[in-house]
């Protein structure tokens, strides 16, 4: 878990939000990142041909309803970019991937469910039946991570449902979530 859900003050203009709530939301969200990037790369340096992913949300340049999210949310996508740029002539790929709809532990236990019965919580939510566990997002980065050819992909954001597709990766039961195609055709062109 990230920790910044309880940080995120959703609902509240950008010139009502705490920014004390915000400064501890972009130290986990983002300096977190930067800090662990520039403890790695020295040691990257040494053996060219590396890998930094950064984990997202969201891939695209939409405002993600809170300014303080869409903040550190968008900049981690940033960094990606920016890194890449600054270690392309090292040899090392940066890039960024974001998951699906997560059925994470702590998105099991805010509906109330466990791995074994997680469907049941479509009932109060539909999309959550369109989820996926966080092993497919690690089943999309150990594909990228044997991509012989990963630079080609460097400073951009990827999703794990394009990167299952590419590399033919399932999720744990054998699906292939695919939120893109689930949000386009169920939240984005739903009726009203």
């Known amino acids: 878990m990230w920790g910044g859900d309880p940080l995120t003050e959703w609902g509240t203009p950008f010139w009502q939000l705490d920014l004390a709530k915000l400064q501890v939301l972009w130290e986990r969200a983002v300096l977190t990142h930067l800090i662990t990037s520039q403890h790695a790369v020295p040691l990257m340096l040494e053996h060219p041909g590396g890998l930094i992913i950064e984990v997202t949300d969201g891939d695209g340049t939409h405002y993600r309803g809170n300014l303080a999210y869409d903040l ?17 002539p090292h040899g090392i790929t940066a890039l960024a991937v974001t998951p ?9 236990d805010g509906f109330g469910v466990t791995e074994a019965n ?17 092993r497919f ?28 597709e590419e590399y033919n990766v399932d999720d744990l039961d054998g699906s292939r979530p695919h939120w893109g195609r689930h949000f386009t055709n169920n939240i984005l062109n739903a009726p009203d």
């Open 72 to 88: 550190v949310k968008t900049a981690v996508n940033r960094l990606a970019l920016a890194q890449a740029e600054e270690l392309r």
């Open 100 to 108: 699906g709809f997560l059925r994470s532990e702590a998105m099991l």
């Open 118 to 134: 997680w469907r049941e919580a479509g009932q109060r939510d539909p999309h959550f039946l369109a989820s996926e566990t966080p």
């Open 137 to 164: 997002i690690g089943r999309v980065v150990t594909a990228l991570v044997a991509d012989p050819h990963v630079e080609r992909k460097s400073g951009q954001v990827l999703t794990s449902w394009d990167l299952a």
